[in-house]
């Protein structure tokens, strides 16, 4: 695995992330959005995170600038590729932005650039033709807080390259991930084919009121000893990421109760501005939400 400059397509909350942890374990990074103002919000996303690597890992304020000053910022494709060994795409999770980016993407980068997707729902599969070197392509999944929940799914396709494979394993576990390698395309990987159902059961007790938020985490919690609930999980994910997925399914089932599900959070939470963790305020209120409350697990 010769990887040394790294290239991050996306610079939404999850792209920062894989950038800003790749550059902390040492490589030259160059983020990757369509315009400037991206790349300004990008950059403050970023300068936002150095505080957590100091709590939660320890790094000195050096390590974290010094990360800082192993990135740039670039909005011309062809020059943000331009040295690239690897570019992870963290772009919107919709087929045709995607499809299109592939297709610029394969003419602009270098022959010998490696690419890897780092969507959660869609398969490697789905792109491979339109990024033009189907046998350098695969997906590489992140979760959110990565340098805490630190899983990276490597997931081929049947025309992956088996050493790009194993040089993406390689390049995660350089970057202090968990290497998961996925032998064959599963929608979802192995992290969201066992969360979203828990998830999908929350909000489905929700909208037939069956129970409250707070009850139904608080299940979760005490049963199974998880230190958050699917509500709680939902507000790090983001309300907005779980709307689109809701309305996503609800037009592809005709299934009510997505349907319901995504009026929910559209009406009550989004159009309130409560959009999660990011925001202060979705299911929960923070940064002191009662689920982390002495007596929220008591009677």
Not at 99 to 127: I, M
Not at 151 to 179: C, L, R, S, W, Y
């Amino acid at each position: 695995m010769n990887y040394r400059n790294i290239t991050v397509a996306g610079s939404g909350v999850l792209g920062s992330q894989i950038a800003y942890q790749t550059a902390f374990k040492g490589f030259q990074v160059t983020v990757y959005d369509i315009n400037d103002e991206a790349l300004e919000r990008a950059k403050e996303r970023i300068m936002q995170l150095k505080p957590h690597y100091q709590a939660d890992l320890g790094a000195t304020q050096e390590e974290v600038d010094s990360a800082y000053n192993r990135m740039s910022f670039n909005s011309d494709l062809s020059q943000a590729v331009a040295d690239a060994d690897l570019v992870i795409e963290a772009i919107p999770e919709v087929v045709q932005i995607k499809t299109d980016f592939y297709a610029n993407l394969g003419k602009a980068a270098p022959e010998k650039t490696v690419f890897a997707t780092n969507s959660s729902t869609l398969l490697p599969s789905q792109f491979a033709e339109a990024t033009g070197r189907p046998e350098k392509f695969l997906a590489l999944h992140f979760a959110n807080e990565i340098w805490k929940n630190n899983t990276a799914e490597i997931m081929k396709h049947p025309g992956t390259d088996m050493n790009v494979f194993q040089d993406v394993i390689e390049f995660a576990k350089a970057i202090g991930m968990v290497a998961l390698p996925l032998h064959k395309e599963q929608p979802g990987y192995i992290l969201n084919s066992l969360l979203v159902p828990l998830l999908d059961a929350a909000q489905r007790l929700l909208v037939k009121e069956v129970a409250d938020v707070e009850t139904i985490d608080k299940t979760w919690m005490v049963a199974t000893g998880a230190p958050m609930g699917p509500f709680a999980i939902l507000d790090v994910v983001g309300i907005n990421t779980a709307y689109h997925i809701g309305r996503a399914k609800a037009e592809a089932t005709g299934d009510e109760e997505f349907k319901k599900i995504a009026d929910l959070l559209k009406t009550e939470y989004i159009d309130k501005g409560k959009l999660g963790r990011a925001t202060g305020e979705g299911f929960y209120k923070y940064p002191n939400p009662s689920f982390l409350k002495p007596d929220f697990l008591k009677n």
